[in-house]
């Protein structure tokens, strides 16, 4: 396998190839690209967003993250906001970077591309803690969280439109090694 390297995203411009790897990767149907991509071009002009994505030397892309300051107006926040002030965890929207999506081509998997990611995009983020979301199941995701430090702050919630319960995870940054 070639040796991916790691380095700044411009995700506007290289939006279809990223959601080409989300789709292998997470399963996505074509009209799921497709909406995706508006949110995707939607997310790339948000203040303070910034995406890594990981290449091989013939510059293909096989792996990206982004995220972006959280902001509890914007859609994701108002949905998680009430499942996590239920357990007494709302103050987590605040002063959060939110990682918005991580993806690995499973072709790549499981050679520390994805950790590498998320570890490189959050080491440079202001704030002093980060929370994402995940299929509320034990998947590789979120074995990889809980290892970088990541807890549960919510479970079992529904985002309209999605098929899954999610779990909301927080950790504090830098993240663990
Ligand atoms: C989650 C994902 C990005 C991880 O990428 P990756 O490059 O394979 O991850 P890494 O090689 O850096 O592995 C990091 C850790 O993830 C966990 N992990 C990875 N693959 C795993 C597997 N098959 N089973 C259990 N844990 C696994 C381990 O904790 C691993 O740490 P270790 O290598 O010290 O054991 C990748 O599996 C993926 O794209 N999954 C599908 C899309 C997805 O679910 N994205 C997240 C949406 S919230």
Same mark, same amino acid.
């Given at each position: 396998? !070639? ?6 995203? $411009? ?19 074509? $009209? !799921? ?47 998680? !906001? ?33 950790? !590498? ?5 959050? $080491? ?11 299929? $509320? ?41």
């Amino acid at each position: 396998m !070639e040796d991916a390297q790691v380095g700044p995203l $411009d995700l506007a411009a290289r939006v279809d190839e990223a959601l080409a790897v989300q789709a292998v990767a997470f399963g996505l149907t074509d $009209d !799921e690209v497709g909406v995706r991509r508006h949110i995707v071009l939607r997310h790339a002009a948000a203040p303070g967003v910034r995406a890594l994505g990981a290449t091989t030397p013939r510059g293909r892309l096989i792996g990206f993250v982004y995220g972006m300051p959280n902001d509890r107006t914007q859609w994701w926040s108002t949905v998680v !906001e009430p499942y996590l002030r239920r357990n007494g965890n709302a103050g987590w929207l605040d002063d959060a970077f939110v990682i918005t999506e991580l993806h690995v081509h499973p072709a790549y998997q499981k050679h520390g591309i994805g950790r !590498e990611l998320i570890t490189t995009i959050t $080491d440079t983020a202001a704030e002093p803690r980060s929370i994402l979301s995940a299929i $509320d199941t034990e998947s590789p995701a979120r074995a990889l969280y809980r290892s970088l430090g990541y807890r549960d702050l919510a479970r079992h919630v529904l985002f309209p439109s999605a098929g899954s319960p999610y779990a909301v995870m927080g950790a504090p940054l830098p993240l663990r090694r």
